[in-house]
């Protein structure tokens, strides 16, 4: 019987041990905020491609005037 009592205070002694030495974590994942950088260049890119083609006929017309200009210059 003297034996059962060491060996049982050395039980309860290790359980609540153990139960002591128990970790516990935490984590908080918060939302991951995606901002669409991409669209802004794609806009970009396609109004200065449609300005492009807009002011196109304008620049033919202009440089041909120019090429006029030049012609008359020499003629003179």
Do not use: Y
């Amino acid at each position: 019987m003297m034996t059962l009592i060491p060996r049982f205070i050395l039980l309860v002694w290790m359980v609540m041990m153990f139960s002591g030495c128990q970790t516990r974590h935490e984590v908080d994942v918060k939302p991951v905020e995606v901002k669409p950088i991409h669209i802004t260049i794609d806009v970009n890119i396609k109004v200065q491609k449609a300005l492009d083609d807009f002011f196109s006929d304008i620049d033919a017309q202009e440089d041909e005037i120019m090429e006029e200009l030049e012609e008359k210059k020499n003629e003179d």
